[in-house]
């Protein structure tokens, strides 16, 4: 048989395999490392669905992936052939490619858009977000409610139970769904840990280095010395360039680009000369500049930069093209920039091997390292990858670095939970028997079935064995009634009542002392029964069956507590019930009727009910524009640690706090999200203030303070979408138009 290929591409053999799925028919999970051409497979299936005429949707968990995927598509299909669908944009929404985030795609399907009668395929990239806490449930909707007749193809990474996710699409889609996994990768990736002392080592040589180092000083002090991500830089960068460096600290990302350019420059000065014309076309004259914009050109006219969410969206943007041209040989970076987006480098850097995950800081996942690690290796350049870690040799005991395994990635489990928005979009859209169903199809649900029927299994078999040791031991081993358990706790018990008298009416007052009359009147209490008469032969047996016996129970004792964690297996369905009735006695259901403000709230996505309740309410009328897009900027605002604000007070903020403790006293305190600290920027970005006197007011990163502009704008959109009030709809078009200008437009895609 003659090796497939693809565009006069010689097809690796999972490539052979999904494609010959796609041709087949099938629904298709593909799941591989990073780097090993997932993407051929979603492009040969949209190529041929476009041949035949079909339309397909492709998702992406960011927006920036959206977009990236959207202007390559241009170049492949032609601009009329492709459109996009974001919070930020919609742009040709009638193409046969539609690109959207995961997001629209599941507002789709649970309102059941009839746009989505002629799409044949939805292509799920990163489908492995269904693992993600915050967003997960997006893409566990998304899959449940997808229409049967429209196939889907998933692209992951490396997945530990593959299987387990596509026997669930197969269960809840009654389908053949092909799994297609690859674990090689075609440029092998090396793995080293990095300190000044070691250089670079394995994991067990790292290990040796330390032990012999401690075994070796001759004092107390640290003998070890400090390690820097410049000394790494320097080690690697004679053959291992380009490289990303993970940073999981914005301000650091920067601090250390910065440093870099201290002492290196990468860019000969033709190439300085192209980095400096792009940032001039981009930006126009440099006397417009912003202070971080002059920064960056500093940093990239060297060869060296940085990218983060906090960046304006132009800054990205330049970033990401010059290191796509191989103008970035150093990428210092936050996690985000490893996902989906194609930026293959010879080398990846870890800054640290710990991340902080909103609450407190933990070792990276496995899944989380190879990701990223992932990026390493360009297929066609590289011979090899690398991954390099640095490691801080005086913290080894205290925080020892995680030993990676890819044979230990952590299972994808279900984040499904229930909102007042889906709650709603279910009631309008299925019966009770489908609700039901509905519950039932979840990942969720499907895992806890199948975690239930492997307990209650093992269970069964610890119980047999348990049956088969009776004859040969008492039910009271392990007990005080045994005299095995009873003789040596009765000894031990007479010597702490000695030890108890000896201390004298002093000491036995203090809190040692009255620590140890406690545990005497318990050890009492525990003796307090003669333990079981038993022949000096049966206690023999039982002393040599005992150890295996408890050992048993022991296991029987936690299968027991897993299954008694499970959750019940209506959960969801009570859960549900429970917020119906919430919507009941806020005026939102009559029954399982939907009533004007149901409607409403069934097209809002973000913060449904405080948004509704606002919108009923007459706080609109008593606002100007510009108030009005402070106070939606404070719905759902969510501050990092950090984050300081100018203290303003631009509009009364009192009424909508009734308004939210009025839900919160029906719903729950976890109902409501709403900050008004952020509503200063955003009142003075509304009236025309610049964006340096808007950063003025506040301590938050440039692209932090046009994503809440950005999310403004979405949330009106929604609104306005919702409403049927003619006058407000006008009204939010001015609102959004007021925002959407200068630096936080929408840049050309």
């Keep these: 048989m003659s090796k497939r290929t693809y565009h006069e591409m010689s097809l690796d053999p999972f490539q052979e395999e999904a494609l010959d799925a796609i041709d087949a ?201 400090p390690t820097t991500h410049l000394d790494l830089i320097r080690t690697i960068q004679r053959h291992h360039l380009p490289a990303l460096f993970f940073v999981f600290s914005r301000r650091q990302c920067a601090i250390k680009a910065m440093e870099l350019a201290n002492i290196s420059n990468y860019l000969k000065p033709a190439e300085r000369k192209i980095v400096e014309d792009r940032f001039i076309h981009l930006f126009g004259s440099e006397f417009d500049w912003s202070s971080s914009t002059r920064q960056l050109k500093r940093l990239c006219s060297k060869g060296i930069a ?236 039982c002393f040599a069956q005992s150890k295996s016996y408890l050992a048993i129970k022991q296991q029987q004792q936690e299968l027991q507590n897993a299954l008694a964690a499970l959750p019940a297996e209506n959960a969801f369905l009570q859960e549900f019930e429970s917020k119906k009735n919430h919507l009941r006695q806020i005026g939102y259901l009559r029954g399982d009727e939907l009533l004007p403000r149901g409607t409403c709230a069934s097209r809002i996505y973000v913060q449904e009910l405080l948004v509704t309740e606002l919108i009923y309410s007459d706080i609109f009328t008593q606002l100007d524009d510009d108030q009005l897009n402070a106070l939606l900027s404070s719905v759902d605002f969510e501050a990092r640690k950090n984050d300081m604000f100018q203290k303003t007070s631009v509009f009364d903020a009192n009424p909508v706090k009734e308004i939210a403790e009025y839900i919160q006293s029906i719903c729950g305190q976890d109902s409501i999200r709403f900050d008004p600290r952020v509503a200063g920027i955003t009142h003075a970005w509304s009236q025309g203030s610049t964006f340096i006197e808007v950063q003025a007011m506040c301590n938050l990163d440039e692209g932090d303070i046009i994503s809440v502009f950005r999310r403004t704008i979405d949330l009106m959109r929604q609104m306005r979408d919702a409403v049927s009030d003619s006058a407000l709809r006008t009204r939010l078009k001015v609102c959004m138009e007021k925002l959407d200008r200068d630096e936080a437009a929408i840049m050309e895609l």
Aim: aromatic share 10%.
């Design 306 to 541: 940085y990218h983060h969410a906090g960046l304006l969206p132009s800054q990205k943007v330049i970033v990401e093209e010059l290191f796509l041209e191989r103008l970035i040989k150093v990428l210092y970076c936050t996690e985000t920039f490893s996902v989906g987006i194609n930026y293959p480098v010879k080398a990846v850097c870890f800054d640290s091997l710990n991340k902080y995950d909103g609450r407190n800081f933990r070792p990276l996942a496995n899944h989380e390292f190879f990701q990223m690690s992932g990026r390493a290796g360009r297929r066609g350049l590289d011979e090899k990858g690398y991954s390099f870690a640095l490691v801080d040799l005086g913290y080894m005991e205290k925080s020892p670095p995680p030993k990676f395994q890819l044979n230990r990635l952590e299972p994808l489990t279900s984040q499904f939970r229930l909102t007042y928005n889906t709650v709603l979009n279910l009631t309008a859209t299925l019966s009770q028997a489908q609700i039901e169903i509905y519950f039932q199809k979840s990942f969720s649900s499907y895992s806890y079935k199948l975690s239930s029927e492997r307990l209650n299994l093992e269970l069964a078999q610890i119980q047999q064995k348990l049956e088969g040791t009776h004859q040969y031991i008492c039910g009271e081993v392990g007990s005080f009634n045994c005299p095995l358990k009873h003789h040596p706790k009765r000894k031990e018990l007479e010597k702490l009542k000695k030890t108890y008298r000896s201390l004298g009416p002093r000491k036995q007052s203090r809190v040692y002392g009255r620590e140890m009359a406690r545990k005497i009147r318990t050890w009492e209490k525990l003796l307090s029964q003669a333990p079981k008469n038993c022949t000096p032969q049966h206690q023999e047996n």
């Design 25 to 225: 028919g099938k629904s298709v999970i593909v799941a591989a490392p990073t780097g090993t051409g997932k993407t051929l497979v979603a492009d040969y299936l949209i190529e041929k669905a476009m041949k035949e005429h079909l339309r397909v949707i492709y998702t992406a968990p960011i927006k920036a992936l959206s977009n990236q995927k959207f202007r390559d598509f241009k170049k492949m299909f032609g601009e009329e052939a492709v459109g996009i669908m974001t919070g930020d944009v919609v742009l040709n929404p009638n193409a046969p490619l539609l690109i959207m985030t995961t997001e629209v795609f599941r507002n789709q399907v649970i309102t059941e858009d009839p746009s989505l009668e002629f799409v044949s395929h939805i292509v799920f990239d990163e489908i492995h977000w269904l693992n993600d806490e915050e967003r997960g449930t997006v893409w566990e909707e998304s899959i449940i409610l997808a229409p049967s007749k429209m196939k889907i193809l998933g692209l992951s990474a490396t997945i530990a139970n593959a299987k387990h996710l596509v026997d669930w699409i197969e269960s809840i889609r009654h389908e053949e769904v092909a799994l297609i996994e690859e674990h090689n990768r075609v440029v092998p990736l090396e793995y080293f840990y990095y300190t000044k002392d070691t250089g670079l080592v394995d994991y067990d040589q790292l290990w040796r280095y330390y032990r012999r180092k401690l075994k070796d000083r001759t004092n107390d002090e640290n003998p070890f010395g």
